[in-house]
């Protein structure tokens, strides 16, 4: 985490979201190294093939934010939890060009495992997650929540509880019942 304090932050935000673009440059210097292990964690579920880099993920999910039409954040965890949604959305497309430009030649079955953190998945399977996990947030939100912290950014059920004012336990139970539904969803 940062060395900044939680209200500067949130104060930064408000004045981004306000239009001021002094706040803009500083909210990025003070977050820049939080956004970029963010970047990090999504894409080591990246095949090695992929051009785009951790720097140029977290360039491009900033412009997002902070162009986006909901570029209001009540505080510093929903910043982030809105910068790991755009990320995983930059990286969901990526997979989109990269599977539409290998069509034909054949989808690769893979499961998805317990620490996705850890692993490299197909383009494939990120937009098949992706697609069940748009079910997933119709009817449990919060577990959609959950998949999309631990499936792409990689973080670990501690880290899930603490962003999301939780339990661990919690987390964990969440994290069972969404792998469930989405096996079903994936093999269905």
């Known amino acids: 985490m940062s060395g900044e304090t939680p209200g500067r932050i949130t104060q930064l935000l408000h004045r981004a979201a306000a239009g001021d673009h002094d706040a803009e440059g500083d909210l990025l210097r003070s977050l820049y190294d939080e956004l970029h292990r963010l970047a990090r964690r999504h894409m080591r579920n990246e095949r090695h093939q992929l051009t785009l880099q951790p720097t140029a993920l977290v360039n491009e999910a900033y412009v997002r934010l902070m162009r986006g039409a909901d570029a209001t954040w009540t505080d510093r965890v929903h910043f982030f939890a809105a910068a790991s949604n755009a990320m995983r959305r ?17 989808a690769v079955v893979e499961e998805l495992q317990e620490d996705a953190g850890q ?12 697609a069940a996990l748009a079910g997933l947030a119709d009817t449990a939100p919060r577990q959609a929540r959950i998949v999309e912290l631990r499936f792409f950014a990689g973080l670990t059920e ?31």
């Open 90 to 106: 930059i990286l969901v497309d990526h997979a989109r060009r990269r599977a539409a430009a290998k069509r034909g030649n054949g």
């Open 119 to 130: 692993v490299a998945h197909s383009p494939e399977l990120v937009l098949a997650v992706d």
């Open 158 to 188: 501690d880290e899930i509880a603490s962003l999301l004012d939780i339990s661990s336990r919690t987390v964990k139970r969440e994290w069972t019942k969404a792998k469930a539904f989405l096996y079903d969803q994936l093999h269905g």
